[in-house]
């Protein structure tokens, strides 16, 4: 059972827009969201995080919203570059699950210049 | 700072054949996580240590996956007799103390194709 999801899987965009990536979660547990960024032949690499105590975290050109209420966040990219094209996982961690990340199954953004 | 590195980059084998897959986590980092990635499941959780020792294996499969830590600068992951359904990216991850907030820092994988 996914218990992380992602939506669209892939997504394009022009340099300059906003690329949105969605996530849904089951677990009300938990409590930690990540998002890690993959380009081809590279592991994962944390982009940005989230508690949920939080609404929102920013950090230069990526925020992430949170919605606690319907178990439901976003990345969104603004002024998006051709360097940021890559795959983009959405993941979550409760206190009770001995510190193990479920990830969705990623989101492929491609940002055409 | 070198990072996690796995070892081998990329693993072919025949079906049937043993693989085994090595990872040094970083040093001083004393979590360690393996993942297998495919593009139909993403990336699912397999075994976890914590100081060398085994916490939660609840996503390996039951028959012919086996993780060892035997020390701190090392873990290996096994796989016997395996079959194509096998192929996959297995990444490693490591983390200062496995706490429910850190990061994880991911090797580049290891490639592995079971012809």
């Known amino acids: 059972q996914q218990q992380v999801r992602q939506s669209p899987q892939s997504l394009t965009v022009w340099e300059g827009e906003t690329a949105i990536l969605n996530c849904s979660y089951e677990?009300?547990?938990?409590?930690?969201f990540p998002w890690y960024q993959q380009f081809p032949g590279e592991g994962p690499a944390l982009l940005i995080a989230?508690?949920?105590?939080?609404d929102k975290k920013e950090d230069g050109r990526f925020t992430i919203f949170f919605n606690k209420r319907e178990k439901k966040l976003s990345l969104h990219i603004t002024d998006s570059q051709p360097g940021d094209s890559a795959t983009y996982f959405c993941?979550?961690?409760?206190?009770?699950?001995?510190?193990?990340?479920?990830f969705g199954k990623g989101a492929k953004l491609t940002v055409s210049p | 700072n070198a990072g996690v590195i796995q070892t081998p980059r990329h693993k072919v084998t025949g079906k049937g054949q043993e693989a085994t897959l090595w990872c040094e986590p970083i040093?001083?980092?004393?979590?360690v996580f393996w993942y297998r990635q495919t593009i139909v499941q993403g990336l699912e959780f397999l075994t976890y240590?914590?100081?060398?020792?085994?916490?939660?294996d609840s996503g390996m499969p039951k028959e012919r996956f086996s993780a060892q830590m035997p020390n701190q600068s090392h873990s290996t992951l096994k796989i016997q007799s395996t079959q194509p359904q096998d192929s996959a990216v297995y990444l490693c991850?490591?983390?200062?103390?496995?706490?429910?907030?850190?990061?994880?820092?991911f090797g580049h994988g290891t490639k592995l194709s079971v012809l």
């Open positions: 677990n009300s547990a938990f409590d930690y």
């Open positions: 989230i508690r949920s105590v939080s």
């Open positions: 993941a979550a961690r409760g206190q009770g699950t001995g510190s193990k990340l479920s």
């Open positions: 040093s001083g980092h004393s979590a």
């Open positions: 240590f914590r100081n060398q020792a085994p916490i939660d």
């Open positions: 991850a490591s983390s200062l103390q496995g706490g429910s907030n850190e990061r994880l820092f």
